[in-house]
């Protein structure tokens, strides 16, 4: 099975300031058909998750352009710019069957 | 608008069964793919079951194999899934998802499922 490895754990930042999330997968993550599916998530405070990011770097429908997705094979990356209240949460990464233990962002 | 509607949660006893419900609206139920995932407390996310769009092909973790089943009815345009020999490590909040990109693109509310005694 696919294990999926985020870092740090917790994060906290600064309004306006920039952050970096990590996703490592044990397994390459391309797909058979050429394309890589991971994903990312934000769980804001009480909140259903919500699908920020697919295939890797395609922001899903009314997803901010502060932010964006990163990487290729079992390293990922999530960059959030220009940080709101609204963005503080936990974020995930995930590959379908398959989600990263959370990274809870914070302010500072 | 898509909309995601969970039902069916509750306490329950160990080793007891519960069918949880997801009314979906707003899109083309059976084109899609959809999924339940589950949240224990204070845990992170934990994928719990996928069906096809017909409804032909199932897929589940280890830890549930055998004892949850997901279901649909593409004309009620409604997602089930039959929990069977219920654990205390199954208590969790379970949200319905829709599957695409092998993304789940929309969640629902979630529906707290509490297994105890």
């Known amino acids: 099975d696919v294990v999926m490895t985020q870092t740090p754990v917790s994060l906290s930042v600064s309004l306006g300031g920039q952050v970096s999330i990590s996703c490592r997968s044990s397994?390459?993550?391309?797909?058979?058909?050429?394309?890589?599916?991971l994903s990312w998530y934000l769980q804001k405070p009480g909140q259903s998750p919500q699908l920020l990011i697919y295939?890797?770097?395609n922001r899903f429908s009314g997803i901010s352009d502060r932010f964006s997705g990163s990487g290729s094979g079992t390293d990922f990356t999530l960059k959030i710019s220009r940080v709101e209240p609204d963005d503080l949460g936990v974020y995930y990464c995930?590959?379908?069957?398959?989600f990263g233990g959370g990274t809870k962002l914070e302010l500072k | 608008e898509v909309q995601l509607v969970e039902s069916g949660g509750g306490l329950v006893q160990p080793g007891r069964s519960l069918k949880l419900s997801c009314a979906a609206s707003g899109f083309t139920f059976s084109n899609y793919y959809m999924a339940w995932v589950r949240q224990a407390p204070k845990k992170g996310l934990e994928w719990v079951a996928t069906?096809?769009?017909?409804?032909?092909?199932?897929y589940y973790p280890d830890s549930v194999k055998g004892r949850f089943t997901i279901s649909r009815d593409n004309a009620k345009s409604s997602l089930y899934l039959q929990m069977n020999s219920l654990k205390s490590e199954d208590t969790a909040t379970y949200y319905c998802a829709r599957h695409d990109y092998y993304s789940e693109d929309y969640w629902g509310q979630g529906v707290m499922v509490t297994v105890s005694s």
């Open positions: 995930g590959q379908g069957t398959q």
């Open positions: 069906i096809s769009t017909s409804g032909s092909r199932t």
């Open positions: 397994q390459s993550l391309v797909h058979n058909n050429g394309n890589t599916y």
């Open positions: 295939k890797v770097s």
